[in-house]
């Protein structure tokens, strides 16, 4: 298996054409998997919004008083939110996609000055209008750098996903002593998005997509 991170994309604006720059930059072959930061696919997507759009309600003050947080800031991510989990002492919600994630995934750096990034409204419908372009057979796997439950860290996450199955089924599969597997579901896609996250850095680095080539991986 080889990884590859393509490099000299430029800082992404929206109605940018994602998929003809990576193509540009990296000869793709059937069966690659293109993982891409979600930041530049909600930049392409003109997901920037400014915190004076927000104008926070009770309730979103009341969040902010609690967790130091900019009212304003607050009513963003509970416009993205379908559910709140947690509101204190940050902020856990269900994004409208169905994503868990602090702060709706709502992001404030590599963005540029008194704007935030929204995620893309609908990650896997991009990923499945991003490989519809690549015009080879391959996976595409929208990824984020976020938070888990009982772990100090962030990783990278697939949000969003098209041409590859989330998970692998080691169910009715034998262990070294013959025993049968009952329950192992293996969540590919996280894990794949967690190497690309890895090779993407989290700062100025600018590489915000990372080919993965000789994956055996399921559809
Ligand atoms: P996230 O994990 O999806 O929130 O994305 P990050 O903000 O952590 O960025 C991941 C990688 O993409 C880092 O290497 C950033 O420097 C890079 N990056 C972010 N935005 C852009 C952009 O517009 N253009 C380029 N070339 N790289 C970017
Ligand atoms: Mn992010
Ligand atoms: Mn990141």
Redesign the pocket.
Known sequence: MQGYLIYG????KKSDDIASLVKSLFDFQDGDVLCL????VA?SEGRFRKLEDYHPSDRAKAIAQNTGKDPRFVQAVLDESADVLLDEPFLLVQTRFGHVGVNA?I?Q??VGADRILLLPEDPTGSAERLRAKLGKDCAVII???CGRPFRSGVA?VAIGWAGIAPLRDWRGMRDLHDKVLEITLEAIVDEIAAMA?LL?????????AVVFRGLQYPS
């Open positions: 994309l430029p800082i992404i930061a979600s930041t530049i930049k995934g992001d750096s590599n990824t984020d750098t990278g996250n993407m850095g989290e700062a100025g680095d600018g590489t915000p």
